[in-house]
């Protein structure tokens, strides 16, 4: 099974940081490489997919970029509505696997 | 505007079943893929499975730790998808979620508001 890596588990930031949360993959899955934000209480929301392509409506502050093993999720300028937890979710053969999730946290 | 709303969680026993359903709308449902995801307390996201559309074969994945007790149905003529649940465990307690699964993306697009199961005697 293919295993998904987030680093770091947690990480604490002030609005308009530049922020970059990276997703390791165990073997090559190419650029099938999702990226969702998730809020307390509420259902994931998907960010990016194909590792760069970022999901209609979602703000241009979020960027995705990496294939085959790396993968990497950037926020721009961090506003107050990005604090939240973010997994990665990997697609090879069948299944889809998450990575542990990253916590953003207000410093 | 897409909608998915789940329902039929609840309180069970170890070895006991559940099914779960999901009402979908605001898309063709005979058409999509749909996956269910689960969310144990605290802890992070699981795929549990997918059902591609008839038209693709109307085939159906599992996750391992969920394969041969859980299966994904659907009903395009009632635009619904369940999720029966048999031989239950306290791990498999948490949040299920419906949601769209793109075929062209392998990507979760729409998520409903999640279900809560919870096994426990």
């Known amino acids: 099974d293919i295993q998904m890596t987030q680093s770091p588990s947690t990480l604490s930031a002030s609005v308009g940081d530049r922020v970059t949360i990276t997703c390791r993959a165990s073997?090559?899955?190419?650029?099938?490489l999702a990226w969702y934000q998730q809020k307390p209480g509420k259902a994931p929301k998907l960010l990016i997919y194909?590792?760069?392509r970022v999901e209609s409506g979602v703000p241009s502050r979020f960027s995705g970029s990496g294939s085959g093993t790396e993968f990497t999720l950037t926020i721009s300028s961090l506003q107050p509505d990005d604090f939240a937890t973010y997994y990665c979710?990997?697609?090879?053969?069948?299944?889809?696997?998450f990575g542990q999730g990253t916590t953003l946290e207000i410093k | 505007e897409v909608q998915l709303v789940e329902s039929g969680g609840g309180l069970v026993k170890p070895g006991g079943s559940l099914r779960l359903s999901c009402a979908a709308s605001?898309?063709?449902?005979?058409?999509?893929?749909m996956s269910w995801v689960r969310q144990a307390p605290g802890k992070g996201l699981e795929w549990v499975g997918r059902?591609?559309?008839?038209?693709?074969?109307?085939?159906?994945d599992y996750a391992a730790p969920v394969k041969g007790r859980f299966t994904i149905s659907r009903t395009d003529s009632d635009d619904t998808l369940y999720l029966q649940m048999n031989s239950l465990k306290n791990e498999d307690t948490g949040v299920y979620y419906c949601?769209?699964?793109?075929?062209?993306?392998?990507?979760?697009?729409?998520w409903g508001q999640g279900t809560l199961v919870t096994v426990s005697s």
């Open positions: 194909k590792a760069s």
């Open positions: 949601t769209t699964d793109h075929s062209d993306r392998y990507a979760l697009g729409n």
């Open positions: 979710q990997q697609y090879n053969s069948y299944w889809y696997t």
């Open positions: 059902i591609k559309s008839r038209v693709d074969g109307g085939t159906t």
């Open positions: 605001g898309f063709t449902f005979s058409d999509a893929w």
């Open positions: 073997q090559s899955i190419s650029n099938w």
